[in-house]
């Protein structure tokens, strides 16, 4: 692993952390794709920084127990807004 994925890898988790957000909204902020960030906040930033990695995995466990509810007000608004029509 080069310096630049652990540095990657680290920006990552800090972003996710400061910013509680999703590998979804990460990814498109670093301009990478999806299974990029979760392979660097999962398997590499364990190994560089394990107190980080805690902490970037207590989001995306938050963010995982919320999803259905999220995927559920996203399904209820599109049919809200093909009713109006």
């Avoid at 805690?54 to 963010?63: A, E, F, M, P």
Wanted: aromatic residues 4%.
């Amino acid at each position: 692993m080069n310096d630049l994925t652990q540095l990657r890898a680290v920006e990552i988790g800090e972003y996710i952390v400061k910013n509680q957000t999703t590998v979804r909204v990460a990814a498109k902020a670093f301009g990478i794709s999806k299974s990029t960030v979760h392979m660097d906040v999962t398997d590499k930033l364990e190994k560089i920084n394990p107190i980080l990695f805690r902490q970037v995995r207590s989001v995306l466990d938050v963010n995982k127990a919320q999803r259905h509810i999220r995927g559920g007000l996203a399904t209820r608004e599109k049919y809200r807004k093909n009713s109006t029509r």
